[in-house]
């Protein structure tokens, strides 16, 4: 190839942008500055050739100063623009180039900060977008877990991707992470061949819902939805929504209705049988036999009252169990309010031949249902003096603790075997005889008394008597005082 004439050389400079004149400026500048003034104040040629032949000595420096011009029209504005890509690439943003150096690049770093003022503003319109997503799926995974169902999301392998809290107390959360984990191997029983055999049909395309009721997963019992998640794109399965609702409460609280109609009518049976033949008995007197009269006249009263009180025990008992009891929670004495209900069975114990002592500490404070206490204080002291014999004594202390108060009732009667002692509290459950001995009444009202103790945050139980027979002991949290003001 042979070498370029002046004139290709002076186009490709224009090509380029880069001036002629300053390139020029810049050789004489490296030539020398007396060559400069000697060109321009009209010196003769042979002062001229005398400096040029100088100026060859500055070659290098002619060669130098051309390269830093172009270095600085062509080089720099480049490596600025390369460097501000990388800041694009790396952080999403770059600084705006000015558009310096050859006129030639003047376009290129104009279009280069229009593409970076483009590019920065569907950054901003995607975090925007991104942030919507991320608010949209905190309200969804905040109402997810607020729910008490137990909810997963299974993909189209089976596998957990999403469960909330509910969820993850009914599957083996225990054994660490479930996501990824297949949500048959986290359950268990019946439930798990429920899980399995309903994902398989909605894969199956057999249905798009199924829904099984009143399936075991150990000692709890579930009711089971799985869905299908639609997809608004053909042919894209995003998985399936299982949810699980615990409905074991609901048996319990169906068998606690089956075992109190079931005892109840075998309860209600005695009272009941009692007035039917009294009162056709009544009907086949005449008023001469008053005497005979007044005396089926009292069995009807008192086997109605002992309905009524029947009837009373077993509708709180449902209340209680059944979580629609309304509790009070006032500060109460519990000393004077052993002591009123001492006063009011004093008559009773005296009518049985007992005597009763009682030993209360003043400073016992408690937050609770005063008139729910006194209730159990009645029960237990009715107890207490039904099976203690006559001469016999009922005693009853309060004693204040730091953070306890405790009240035991305790009585010089038979006592209860330790095997017994827990069952006692049980429904129903009377210790004796049923044949021979058989208590009045339906066996609540210790199982009553445990409950009300326990809704006030207390604890009873049962235990030998100080004066032979059995004692009855529970205790409470004591009221926190109130802050003295400073």
């Not at 376009?107 to 995607?126: G, K, T």
């Not at 100080?466 to 003295?484: E, H, N, S």
């Amino acid at each position: 190839m042979g070498e370029k004439s002046p004139k290709q050389t002076r186009a490709g400079l224009d090509d380029l942008g880069v001036r002629k004149s300053r390139l020029l400026a810049a050789v004489a500048v490296g030539a020398g500055l007396p060559a400069a003034m000697a060109w321009g104040t009209g010196a003769t040629p042979a002062m001229i050739g005398a400096v040029a032949a100088a100026g060859t000595v500055s070659a290098g420096a002619i060669l130098l100063a051309g390269f830093r011009y172009l270095h600085g029209t062509l080089v720099q504005p480049l490596q600025l623009m390369a460097t501000a890509m990388d800041d694009l690439r790396t952080r999403g943003r770059a600084p705006r180039l000015v558009e310096a150096g050859a006129p030639l690049l003047h376009p290129m770093l104009r279009r280069f900060n229009q593409a970076c003022q483009s590019i920065e503003q569907r950054e901003q319109l995607s975090q925007a977008n991104l942030m919507s997503v991320e608010v949209a799926f905190d309200r969804v995974h905040s109402v997810l877990q607020s729910l008490r169902e137990g909810v997963l999301v299974v993909d189209v392998n089976g596998r957990v991707v999403l469960a909330n809290r509910s969820a993850r107390q009914v599957v083996h959360a225990d054994v660490g992470p479930i996501e990824g984990r297949p949500l048959v191997d986290l359950v268990e029983g019946d439930l798990q061949q429920a899980v399995r055999t309903g994902m398989e049909r909605i894969s199956a395309a057999e249905a798009e819902e199924i829904r099984s009721t009143d399936i075991a997963n150990g000692k709890r019992i579930f009711d089971l939805n799985i869905v299908q998640v639609q997809s608004t794109r053909p042919d894209h399965d995003f998985g399936k929504v299982v949810v699980l609702v615990d409905v074991t409460k609901n048996h319990e609280v169906n068998k606690l209705k089956d075992d109190l109609l079931s005892s109840i009518s075998h309860e209600l049976r005695t009272p009941l049988t009692n007035m039917c033949s009294s009162s056709e008995i009544l009907t086949t007197m005449d008023p001469s036999q008053e005497a005979d009269w007044r005396e089926f006249v009292g069995i009807l009263a008192t086997e109605s009252h002992r309905l009524k009180d029947l009837v009373d025990d077993v509708m709180l008992y449902s209340q209680i169990e059944t979580g629609r009891t309304e509790w009070r929670r006032d500060p109460t004495d519990v000393a004077a309010l052993v002591t009123r209900s001492m006063a009011k069975a004093r008559p009773a114990c005296e009518r049985a031949g007992l005597g009763l002592t009682v030993s209360a500490d003043g400073r016992a404070i408690a937050t609770i249902d005063g008139e729910r206490i006194a209730e159990v204080l009645a029960r237990v002291l009715d107890n207490a003096v039904k099976f203690t014999p006559r001469g016999g004594s009922v005693q009853v202390q309060v004693t204040a603790h730091d953070d306890l108060i405790e009240v035991a009732i305790a009585d010089s009667g038979p006592g209860i075997a330790p095997e017994h002692r827990q069952r006692v509290f049980e429904r129903f459950s009377q210790i004796g005889d049923v044949m021979t001995d058989k208590p009045k009444g339906a066996g609540l009202g210790l199982a009553i008394c445990q409950r009300i103790v326990d809704a006030m945050g207390g604890t009873m139980w049962c235990e030998d008597s100080p004066l032979g027979g059995a004692q009855f002991r529970f205790v409470l949290p004591a009221a926190t005082p109130a802050p003295t003001a400073a």
